[in-house]
């Protein structure tokens, strides 16, 4: 169970470091967006599962997989709001030379 | 002509019947069982008091639970009647398509070249149901490299990372597979 938890933790990590480091890489707003919106959505997920896990199947855990939950339907939410202000103040996206 | 409309009359006062039934035991319940897991207790007074402030709640937001329909006018969806055995398959083949997403972005951020031709693309899906619109654009927001950047009169307008995931949700010819997806959900 340990080893489970273990996985799931270091998997978490994983996605939110790549999250992290696509928003220094990326060139602007749009694509930067993608990075945070994704990757943090898994991290968390992944690694909030990891801590239930690892607690054990009791009320802790349940309350450990309501916050998967809301954060799942709160964080779309989130990179909508933001790409939609970006979009309607009229932010021109990034686009590759030549195309 | 006078009978086939109130037969038809009939049927839509019990579909908004049913709908209604749904709402009303739905909502309770699921503010019930949210407040045990909260308490985590089963006293007899926990209990009952979970109840009624479970009840008084859905009681107050039942007004703002009715929502109107985006192509019927005057007809109205209620929020919790959903069909949950098939959004429940949905959200696993979402939850899939999710961890796809994440390991694409990674395998790009991770990618020294960074292989990204970003891109704006738009495609128009009508849906009635309001939950529908939502559901959609949350998943296109959460699968490959896809953002939805606004939607408005049945146009999602998507800013995609790749020219892969712009050609996997808006397809030259016909639908991408997320739109007939959603749709076949809410049977439109």
Redesign the interface.
Known sequence: MTIVALVLLFSGF??IV?AA??VI??P?F??R???A???D??GIALFVLGLAVYNGFN?VS??LL?IVLFVFLAN??G??VL??A???SGLK????KG? | MLVQGGISMIAKKNLAREAQLKQLIVLPLALFI?WI??T?SFTTKSLIIGLMAALIVSRLCSPILYLPAAHTPGKSYAAFDLPYLKLFFYLFWLLGE??K??IQ??L???NPK?P?????VTFKKPLDHPVAQTLL??SI??TP?T????VGDDIY?I?A?TKDAALSLAPLEGEGEMPVRVGRLFNE
């Open positions: 994983f996605f790549v480091l696509g890489r990326f602007d749009y694509t967006l993608h990075a919106g994704k990757g959505t898994l009320f349940l309350k309501l779309p939410i990179g909508h790409s939609r970006a979009f309607r996206p990034w686009t590759k195309e | 949210f897991i909260l985590g999710l961890i997403a994440n972005v990674a790009i951020v991770l960074m990204i031709s970003p891109q704006v654009a949350k927001i959460l490299g953002i939805t950047m606004d307008t800013h990372l």
